[in-house]
């Protein structure tokens, strides 16, 4: 009986050291690092080539703005003809003019010196000048196409800006999740390896019993069994740990837009579970998503875009009548001698109107601008509700989760305190190996649903703070 007392004690010995052992040698070891989460998801932030396509996007609505606000430069042209023909002048005409847009109608200035002996009649010999301007009253007058593609220019960069955040929210949401998946698995690793351990001394030591005649062979197979059993579940745990890190890599860049594995001497964080499930109420986490989730945000701009459109549109209904003025002046000194009797005599006036009689093409550009803006505010409305029940949905995980993560931790202690009281009662010989592996299997099963749970609560809380569209 002293002997199986003495290998009982050995066990449990064995079990202790090693425990302690498993959980501090890596913290211990130099050579290991630990790459937390705030550092992979600035790598994340800095170098992913879908963070860097989300700021080119934004960098090209700049150009399209920079664009758009080209329609307002001024424009400087210039035309000449000469014509020539058996010693004969016909024509000359040197036509250099500046067009200056205004929000409203244009500014046009210029000089013109013209000559020949078969010149139009309605032509000015001569050096003259011109300052005039050009004014629609009815279509155009309170919008036209150039101010409306501004318009658009600028809620389109802000809808870019946006659109960016929607891409990095689901960006670091997916890199979130593959950072926790590594670290249960490696958690997952480390447990069976630990248990693998220490089946294998507890095997050692009961073959040196047997050989003295102080075990039965049958203990010797059910430690054996058991010891393969851990290593089937290592060899699993294993599989699943490079497979999560290959995953990890896909979110892992250079500077210089190469990607690259992670190194084995790297340690992902502990699965700690935190209490507190949130600061926040679901309802409170929705109205701060109604006013800042950038995926609603963008159909805010898109219906201020589209807004933009339907009054262009209903510009189209109007008549076009645009009224032109021209003072004119000999030389090009277009404000010499600038009086009312002047203005009265040398001047140059136009009207151009024009109206389709049934109206029908501009009737069907603004019908169909309302519609788009009504098919939008049903899509707006019906992502709403998709994102109000997004997050009453993962916040109910989470709150379940925090529960059930409680009760499993409870479930994992007990069966611990059943063990070691196992192991007593084996280093005593009032028990049996069978029963010793029977409450380490416990002790496993525990451990791993507890990993899984303290998993699940990580992506549920990430999941939450990305429907609110708060991960960005």
Not at 75 to 104: H, Q
Not at 249 to 254: A, D, K, T
Not at 306 to 325: D, H
Request: net charge positive; glycine share 4%.
């Amino acid at each position: 009986m002293s002997n199986v007392q003495s290998i009982g004690k050995k066990c449990s010995v064995v079990f202790t050291i090693y425990v302690s052992t498993i959980l501090f040698s890596y913290a211990q070891d130099p050579q290991m690092q630990v790459l937390t989460e705030r550092d992979f998801i600035s790598q994340v932030k800095q170098y992913h080539p879908v963070a860097k396509q989300a700021n080119i996007a934004v960098e090209k609505a700049d150009g399209a703005l920079l664009s758009a606000k080209g329609n307002f430069d001024p424009a400087i042209a210039f035309e000449a003809s000469r014509k020539t023909f058996d010693g004969k002048n016909y024509y000359f005409y040197n036509n250099p003019e500046l067009n200056v847009p205004l929000p409203v109608g244009n500014i046009k200035t210029g000089i013109e010196n013209n000559g020949g002996d078969y010149i139009t009649s309605e032509i000015t010999k001569g050096k003259t000048s011109y300052l005039g301007l050009e004014i629609p009253l009815a279509n155009g007058l309170l919008l036209d196409k150039r101010r409306a593609a501004l318009q658009q220019a600028k809620l389109f960069r802000s809808q870019s800006e946006q659109e960016r955040l929607v891409i990095l929210n689901d960006l670091f949401f997916n890199s979130y999740l593959a950072y926790w998946n590594w670290a249960a698995s490696y958690q997952q690793y480390i447990a069976y390896s630990k248990f693998t351990e220490i089946a294998s001394n507890r095997l050692r030591l009961i073959r040196i019993a047997f050989t003295q005649g102080d075990r039965a062979l049958v203990d010797t197979v059910e430690a054996y069994t058991q010891l393969q059993t851990y290593q089937l579940m290592q060899s699993e745990a294993l599989l699943k740990l490079t497979n999560a890190k290959l995953e990890l890599g896909n979110y892992l860049w250079f500077e210089n837009y190469s990607s690259y594995q992670l190194p084995d001497n790297f340690l992902p964080e502990s699965l700690n579970f935190a209490p507190a499930v949130t600061n926040q109420h679901a309802e409170e986490l929705i109205a701060q998503s109604i006013l800042q989730h950038p995926v609603l945000k963008v159909y805010d701009f898109k219906l201020s875009s589209l807004e933009v459109e339907r009054k262009l549109k209903r510009q189209s209904l109007l008549p076009y009548l645009s009224v032109k003025a021209n003072l004119l002046n000999k030389d090009y000194y277009a404000l010499k001698n600038l009086s009312t009797n002047f203005i009265q005599n040398n001047y140059r006036w136009g009207i151009d109107f024009k109206i389709p009689l049934f109206l029908r093409q501009a009737r069907g550009d603004y019908k169909n601008a309302q519609l788009k803006i009504k098919e939008t505010n049903l899509e707006l409305n019906n992502k709403r509700r998709q994102t109000e029940n997004k997050i009453h949905s993962y916040y109910n995980e989470l709150i379940a989760l925090a529960s059930q993560l409680q009760t499993a931790q409870s479930m994992f202690n007990n069966y611990q305190s059943l063990l070691r009281s196992e192991e007593l009662k084996f280093a005593q010989g009032e028990s049996s190996l069978f029963l010793v592996n029977t409450r380490e299997i416990k002790v496993i099963e525990s451990e791993q649903k507890r990993l899984e749970l303290v998993s699940k609560w990580y992506k549920a809380k990430y999941a939450l703070e990305w429907a609110a569209g708060k991960l960005f």
